[in-house]
C-alpha cells in the first residue's frame, strides 16, 4: 500500500525538519514505517499532488530527539534508547508517528526460556494476596489481588482495574488483547461472583456468563478458566445445590452450551487447573492438593461427554504419603502430563495408558529449601512453553529444556517472597512474589547484531 | 446582629486549568472542516498533512476524541448529501457513470481523511469501540446515497435492467458493472447480497423460468439441454466478469433448478429425443451432456440411472424371450453381447465410468439374462461355437480371449452358474472327443478364467478331462509301439476317460463288428496288463470312424459315427437287412439306431443306404438296401449324425432334473456347515445364510431348502426345538 511520491525527486531523498533538527533520509526508510503509519501518509502521492522541486521538503513539530532514535529504528531495525530519554516519552513520540508496535517487536525477541533477562520489577500496591498474574497476548498482563484484577498494557503501565462485584478473584484469563475474563468467588447469601468479560482497555464489563441448570439460571463459585481453538469458555464451577462440574460457553455469543456434571469419583467443580489440549481435543482438568486431600487429573471430551482418562493419588504407597502432586501440566506432545511435588520433585503421568501412576524423576530434588515458610506456603507451579518447562520453586523458577528436561537456567529476581503464581505469554514471562505483590517480568533480548 | 452568626471563612480549592483556550476545539476543528472541504473540491494540493495531524493529535490528547468523531460524522453526511443530489439528477445512461465517479472522488477523500485522523483511529477508536474513520464514512456513503430512496430503487433497476440485455444479446459496459458491484462488495458483503444479489437471483429465476417453459415446447431434449450448458457458461462468466466469486454457486443453483430439476422428468420422457432415444441411437454427446448437467441435480443422476436400468431391463426382456431368437443360441448371445458393448460404451463414453452406472447397467443385465432359464445352456453353446471353429475373420489368440472376456461377463451374470457348467462339461467333452477344438491354448485360457471366477471345484472335472486325453496319446503310443508288425486290419484310437470326470450316459455297449472286435480286445488286453485293477467300459456312442466304401467303381471314404460304422459294416456281407435284423446284430439302443439310420438313408446327398419305405421316420418294419448308386464329388464324404445342437425339450428335461439332483447335497452341506458353527438358527436366518453361501453358484429356492431341511431332520442331523418350533437345532 505504500506509494512513495513520485520518484525523479532527488532520487527519493526526503528532508525533515523535526522540531528544529534536520534530518535527511530517503522516501524507501520512511516506507518502511508503512502506508498506516503518519511518516507513510505524508510521503503517499495524494498529500504531495502540488509539491515540486528536486528534493522533498517536511516540517513535523516534535522532539527531535526521540526522532532520531525512531529513525534509527526505520534504518537498522534496532532500537537503543540513550539513558536521557525516558521511555514513557520515547512511547508517546512513537504513539504519535503510529510506530509504537515496531517499538514493542524491536524490544525484545521471541521468548527463549534460557536467555532471560529481568526486564522490570512492578511494585505492587494492592491490598491481600496475588492470587495469579496472567500474560496478554500483546505483552500486557493482568494481576489478580483479592477482589481486584490490576490490568497492565505491555509498557507497564497500569489500566484501570477490574472488578467483579468485589468479590474475591479466583483466576483471569485473556481471551484476546481487550478482552479479560474473571472468575470470582460467590460470597455466602450474596448470590454474586461468577464469570464476566471486561474491556481490558476501558474495564468495563462486557457480559456476564450465566449457567442455568434445567433452565434455571443458578448462582455458582467458578474455579479455573480455558478455553479452546474454537473459542469455547470453559470453567471449572460449584453451585450451590451440589451442581459441581464444568461450565462451556460461546466465546463469541456468550452463552451456555453445555454443562459437563462431574460423574462420581470425578473432582472438576474444585478444579483449580483446566488447560485445553489441542491434539487430542480434550480438557484437562486437575483438581490438587490441598484444595482436595488428595489429587485428582482427568481428560475431558466433551463431544460425548466422557472422562477419556484419569489418574487419582489415593492408595498410593505409605512411604509417598506425605508427598502430594501440587500442581500439573499438559506437555505440549500430549502425550504426558507433568507434576509437581511440594518437595519440588517433577513426576510424569504417562496420557496413553491409563494404569502406570507417576514416574517420579530420581535425584530431582532442585535445591534444598532454605526455610519452611511459617504462614503460607507457596507451592510450586508449572508452566510450558515451546519445548521448555518451568517450575517455579520458591523464590526461584527453574527452566528444563530437551527432551530429558535437563535444568538449563534458573531464574531469581525481586526479593519479594516466593513466588506464588508465574505464567507465560505475549513473548514475556511474569513472576508474582507472594510477600510485596510485586511482580516480575522477563524477557528475551534481542540477538546481538554480531 | 446575631453573635451566633460566625463567619466561617470559605476556602476555595485551588482549581489548576489545564486547558487555557476555550475556543480550542472549535479553532481546530475549523481548520479539519476546512480542509476536508479543499480534499472534496479535489484542491488538497495547498494542505499540510503535517499541521492536519497534528491538529487531530492534539485534539485526541486533550479528550476531545468523542466530540471530533461526532462532528467529522456530521460534516461527511452534509458532504455526502450534495453527492447523493448531484447523482440522482444523473440522467438515463449516465446514471450509473456519475455514481461510479462520486463513489471513486469519495474513496480518495475518505482516504485522505483517514490519514489526517489516523492517531484517532489507533487510539480513541479501540477504547471507546466506535467504527473507524474509513469504514464509518463507507456506511455513510451506504445510508445517505446507495440507500436513498430516489436511488436504491433506480440503482438496482439499472443493474438488472443492463444484465436482462446481456442476456438478450446486447453488448453493455462490463467495466462500469464490475465497478459498481465492487463498489457494493466494499460496502460490506450484506449490503452486496441484499441490494444487489438477492433480487438478482429473483429475477433470474423468472427469466430462466420463463425462457425454459418456452424453449421445452419448441426443442427436443437434445438442444433444450444444449441451451441450458450454454447458459450455464454464460452465467458463470458473467459472475467471473462482474459480480462476487460467491454468487456463482448461487446463481448456478437457479439456473439449474428453473432449467434443470423443474423440468427434468419432462425432459427424460420426451417423445423421441428423451433419455431412450439418445440410448437407442447412441447419442453419447447428447449423454454426455445429459450427465454433466444433471450431476448438479439432486435426483438428476439416479432418475437418469433408473430410467436407463428399466430400459435395459425391458429391451433385454423382449430380446430373452422372443422365440424367434431362441433358435439360433449363437445369434442370440451375440446379441446379449453386442447390447452389452453399446451401454458399456455409453457409460465409459457419456457416463464417464460412473461406478454407481456400472452397477445398474450390472444389476439390469443380471435380471434380464436370468429370465430366461436357457441362458446358462446358450452361452456355453456360443462359447462351444467360438472355440470350435475358431473366431470367424481373424482367429487370433487376441480375439479369442477378448470374446471369452466378454462372454465371462455374461457368465457373471448367471444365477445358475451350476446348470452353465453341466451343458459347458457336455460340450467340452464333445470338443475334445470328436478332436474339434480350435485351439488347446484357448480352451484351457477360458477353464482359467472359469477358475479364478469360481475357485478350484468348479473347474477341477474339467481339467481331469484334459489331462485324461494327455494320457489317453500316451497309451496309444505305447500299445501301437507293441503292436507293431500287424498293421494290416483297421486301426482304433481309444481315448480313457475317467469315470466321473465325463458327462457320460450309461450305455448298453453295441455289438462290434468282429473286426474292431479283435482290435479293441488287444487294446482292453494292453491296458489292463500295465494298470492294474481297472474297469473298461466302451463308450461307443461317442466314438467315430472313417470306413472306405466302394460303390459300383467309385470309392469312397465315409465318415461316420461308431454306430453308422456298426450298421455299414453289417452291408459288408448283403445288401438288405430289415430294422429287426439291424437292431438284433448291433444291439444299439432303438432312439440312437432310428436316428443314426435317418441320418445314413434319408439324408439327401448323404443316402448310402436306400429305405423301404421312403419316408422321413424309421419304423420297426422298414428295410434297408445298400445304395449302390449313391455317388458325391468328393471322396471323403462326412454323414453327419442328425444330432440337434440345442438340446431337444425331453434332453432339457432331464439335464434340469439332473441339475436339480446335483444341487440337493449341495444344499444339504451348506445347511449341516451353517448348523455346525452355529448350533440353533431359526428357519428364515438358515435360508439367507443358505442362499449366500451358494449364491455363486446357483439361487437356491427357499422350497427345496425347506425340503432339505425336512430330509435332514428325518436322518436326525437337525431337530426342531421342543419349545420354539420356528428353531431348528444341530444334532452333533
Redesign the interface.
Known amino acids: 500500500m505504500c506509494t512513495p511520491a513520485p520518484g525523479g525527486r532527488g532520487r527519493g531523498r526526503v528532508r525533515l525538519n523535526v522540531g528544529g533538527r534536520v534530518f535527511q533520509t530517503t522516501a524507501t526508510t520512511l516506507a518502511a514505517a508503512g502506508r498506516?503509519?503518519?511518516l507513510g501518509?505524508?510521503l503517499?502521492a495524494?498529500?504531495n499532488?502540488?509539491?515540486a522541486g528536486d528534493e522533498a521538503d517536511?516540517?513535523?513539530?516534535r522532539d527531535p530527539a526521540c526522532f532520531a532514535v525512531l529513525l534509527d529504528l526505520l534504518r537498522t531495525g534496532g532500537l537503543h534508547v540513550p539513558p536521557h530519554i525516558p521511555d514513557a516519552v520515547l512511547c508517546r513520540e512513537a504513539?504519535?508517528y503510529?510506530l509504537l508496535d515496531r517499538v514493542r517487536a524491536a524490544r525484545w525477541d521471541d521468548f527463549d526460556g534460557d536467555r532471560l533477562r529481568l526486564a522490570a520489577s512492578v511494585p505492587g500496591r494492592a491490598p491481600g494476596d496475588g492470587t495469579a498474574v496472567r500474560p496478554a497476548p500483546d505483552g500486557g498482563c493482568c494481576v489478580a489481588h483479592g477482589g481486584a484484577v490490576r490490568v497492565y498494557n505491555w509498557m507497564l503501565e497500569e489500566r484501570r482495574p477490574v472488578y467483579l462485584d468485589h468479590a474475591p478473584v479466583n483466576d483471569a484469563a485473556y481471551l484476546d488483547a481487550?478482552t479479560l475474563l474473571v472468575a470470582a468467588r460467590e460470597r455466602p447469601g450474596r448470590r454474586d461472583g461468577g464469570v464476566a468479560a471486561f474491556?481490558a482497555?476501558?474495564g468495563e464489563m462486557r457480559h456476564r456468563f450465566r449457567v442455568a441448570h434445567d433452565r434455571q439460571v443458578r448462582s455458582f463459585t467458578p474455579g479455573a478458566l480455558a478455553f479452546d481453538q474454537e473459542c469455547s469458555i470453559f470453567a471449572s464451577c460449584k453451585g450451590r445445590l451440589n451442581e459441581y462440574g464444568i461450565g462451556v460457553w460461546d466465546g463469541t455469543t456468550g452463552e451456555q452450551t453445555g454443562f459437563f456434571y462431574e460423574p462420581p469419583g470425578c473432582a472438576l467443580g474444585d478444579a483449580d487447573k483446566l488447560q485445553w489440549l489441542d491434539g487430542t481435543k480434550t480438557l484437562m482438568a486437575a483438581t490438587m492438593f490441598p484444595r482436595a486431600d488428595s489429587s485428582f487429573i482427568s481428560l475431558l471430551d466433551f463431544r460425548d461427554k466422557n472422562v477419556v482418562w484419569s489418574w487419582c493419588d489415593v492408595g498410593t504407597p505409605a512411604s509417598l504419603e506425605d508427598k502430594h502432586a501440587v500442581h500439573a501440566i499438559a506437555m505440549e506432545d500430549g502425550r504426558s502430563i507433568c507434576v509437581i511435588n511440594q518437595y519440588d520433585d517433577l513426576g510424569f503421568l504417562d496420557l496413553r495408558s491409563s494404569a502406570g501412576g507417576v514416574r517420579w524423576r530420581s535425584r530431582s530434588k532442585l535445591m534444598s529449601r532454605k526455610k519452611v515458610h511459617a504462614e503460607e506456603t507457596c507451592y510450586p507451579k508449572l508452566a510450558t512453553h515451546a519445548g521448555q518447562l518451568f517450575a517455579s520453586t520458591n523464590d526461584a523458577i527453574s527452566v528444563f529444556t530437551g527432551p530429558d528436561h535437563a535444568l538449563t537456567s534458573t531464574l531469581r529476581g525481586s526479593d519479594g517472597g516466593a513466588i506464588c503464581d508465574f505464567s507465560i505469554g505475549g513473548d514475556r514471562l511474569f513472576a508474582l512474589h507472594n510477600e510485596k505483590n510485586v511482580f516480575d517480568v522477563w524477557e528475551t533480548p534481542p540477538p546481538p547484531i554480531i | 446582629m446575631n453573635p451566633q452568626r460566625k463567619r466561617i471563612p470559605k476556602i476555595e480549592p485551588f482549581k489548576h486549568r489545564v486547558e487555557v483556550d476555550p475556543k480550542f476545539f472549535d479553532k481546530s476543528w475549523k481548520k479539519l472542516d476546512d480542509a476536508i472541504r479543499e480534499i472534496y473540491n479535489h484542491n488538497?494540493?495547498?494542505?499540510s498533512?503535517?499541521e492536519l495531524?497534528?491538529t487531530a493529535?492534539n485534539m485526541v490528547l486533550h479528550k476531545h476524541g468523542g466530540r471530533l468523531y461526532d462532528k467529522l460524522a456530521e460534516n461527511l453526511k452534509g458532504h455526502l448529501r450534495e453527492m447523493g443530489k448531484l447523482v440522482e439528477a444523473a440522467q438515463g445512461g449516465l446514471f450509473l457513470e456519475e455514481l461510479q465517479r462520486r463513489w471513486a472522488d469519495h474513496i480518495?477523500a475518505l482516504?485522505?481523511i483517514r490519514?489526517i485522523l489516523?492517531?484517532m483511529d489507533?487510539?480513541f477508536i479501540?477504547?471507546s469501540?466506535k467504527t473507524p474513520v474509513f469504514e464509518h464514512g463507507l456506511e455513510l456513503w451506504r445510508d445517505i446515497v446507495v440507500r436513498s430512496p430516489k436511488i436504491h430503487g433506480r440503482l438496482v433497476d439499472t443493474l438488472l435492467e443492463l444484465i436482462h440485455r446481456e442476456r438478450m444479446g446486447e453488448m453493455i459496459n462490463r467495466g462500469l458493472m464490475r465497478n459498481t458491484t465492487k463498489m457494493l462488495m466494499e460496502l460490506g458483503s450484506s449490503v452486496y447480497q441484499d441490494d444487489f444479489e438477492r433480487p438478482f437471483l429473483e429475477v433470474s429465476a423468472s427469466f430462466y423460468s420463463g425462457e425454459s417453459q418456452q424453449c421445452i415446447e419448441r426443442c427436443d431434449c437434445g438442444e433444450y439441454l444444449k441451451n441450458a450448458e450454454k447458459r450455464l457458461a454464460e452465467e458463470s462468466e458473467r459472475v467471473s466478469l462482474y459480480m462476487d466469486a460467491k454468487t456463482a454457486d448461487k446463481i448456478a443453483n437457479v439456473v439449474d433448478k428453473e432449467m434443470l430439476s423443474i423440468h427434468m422428468q419432462r425432459l427424460f420422457l420426451m417423445e423421441n429425443s428423451g433419455l431412450v432415444n439418445m440410448l437407442i441411437n447412441d447419442k453419447h454427446e447428447d449423454l454426455t451432456r445429459m450427465y454433466d448437467l444433471f450431476k448438479r441435480v439432486p435426483d438428476g443422476h439416479s432418475t437418469i440411472r433408473s430410467l436407463m436400468a428399466s430400459h435395459v431391463k425391458e429391451t433385454g426382456k423382449i430380446l430373452v424371450t422372443d422365440p424367434e431368437r431362441l433358435r439360433d443360441p449363437v445369434d442370440f448371445v451375440q446379441r446379449l453381447l453386442n447390447e452389452k458393448d453399446k451401454y458399456d460404451e455409453i457409460v465409459s463414453v457419456s457416463f464417464s465410468n460412473d461406478k454407481t452406472f456400472q452397477n445398474a447397467l450390472n444389476a439390469s443385465f443380471e435380471h434380464f439374462i436370468n429370465l430366461n432359464n436357457r441362458s446358462p445352456e446358450f452361452i456355453s453353446l456360443y462359447v462351444d461355437d467360438k472355440l470350435r471353429k475358431g473366431v470367424k475373420g481373424a482367429a487370433n489368440e487376441e480375439d479369442i480371449e477378448t470374446v471369452l472376456d466378454k462372454v465371462m461377463m455374461l457368465f457373471r451374470y448367471l444365477q445358475e452358474k451350476d446348470v452353465f457348467e453341466k451343458y459347458y462339461k457336455q460340450h467340452l467333452a464333445k470338443r475334445l472327443l470328436s478332436g474339434k477344438t480350435s485351439s488347446d491354448e484357448a480352451e484351457r485360457n477360458m477353464l482359467v478364467k472359469l477358475k479364478t471366477e469360481c475357485g478350484y471345484q468348479f473347474t477341477s472335472k474339467l481339467e481331469s478331462m484334459f489331462t485324461d486325453l494327455k494320457t489317453s496319446q500316451d497309451t496309444m503310443q505305447s500299445f501301437y509301439a507293441n503292436l507293431s508288425g500287424d498293421s494290416d486290419g483297421p486301426t482304433i484310437s481309444v481315448q480313457i476317460l475317467t469315470t466321473g470326470s465325463w458327462p457320460t450316459q450309461p450305455c448298453a455297449t453295441c455289438n462290434l463288428p468282429p473286426e474292431i472286435l479283435g482290435v479293441s480286445e488287444l487294446f482292453r488286453a494292453h491296458y489292463l496288463g500295465t494298470h492294474n485293477g481297472r474297469r473298461l467300459t466302451w463308450q461307443t456312442n461317442m466314438g467315430n470312424a472313417d470306413i472306405k466304401a466302394t460303390f459300383g467303381d467309385r470309392k469312397h471314404e465315409l465318415n461316420v459315427s461308431t454306430y453308422q460304422m456298426c450298421v455299414l459294416m453289417l452291408f459288408n456281407s448283403t445288401d438288405t437287412l430289415t430294422y429287426k435284423e439291424i437292431e438284433q446284430n448291433t444291439a444299439i439302443p432303438p432312439v440312437d439306431l432310428k436316428r443314426c439310420l435317418q441320418s445314413l438313408a434319408c439324408v439327401k446327398g448323404k443316402n448310402v443306404l436306400r429305405k423301404e419305405p421312403m419316408s422321413k421316420d424309421i419304423s420297426d418294419s422298414d428295410a434297408f438296401h445298400f445304395n449302390d448308386k449313391f455317388s458325391s464329388k468328393l471322396v471323403k464324404v462326412k454323414i453327419g449324425t442328425v444330432v440337434a445342437q440345442k438340446e431337444s425339450e425331453p434332453e432339457k428335461q432331464e439335464t434340469r432334473h439332473r441339475v436339480e439332483e446335483d444341487r440337493k447335497p449341495q444344499i444339504e452341506a451348506a445347511i449341516v456347515r451353517i448348523m455346525k458353527s452355529r448350533r440353533v438358527l431359526d428357519h428364515n436366518s438358515i435360508v439367507t445364510e443358505v442362499t449366500k453361501q451358494l449364491q455363486a453358484r446357483f439361487l437356491p429356492n427357499p422350497v427345496v431348502i425347506k425340503k432339505r431341511i425336512e430330509s435332514l431332520i428325518e436322518r436326525e442331523f437337525l431337530e426342531r426345538d421342543k419349545v420354539d418350533r420356528k428353531l431348528y437345532r444341530y444334532l452333533a
Do not use: C, H, N, V
Open positions: 498506516d503509519t503518519m501518509a505524508m503517499d495524494s498529500w499532488a502540488a509539491a517536511y516540517f513535523i513539530d504513539l504519535y503510529g481487550s474491556s482497555l476501558t | 488538497a494540493s495547498g494542505l498533512f503535517e495531524y497534528r493529535y480518495k482516504q485522505m490519514d489516523m492517531y489507533r487510539t479501540p477504547s469501540k
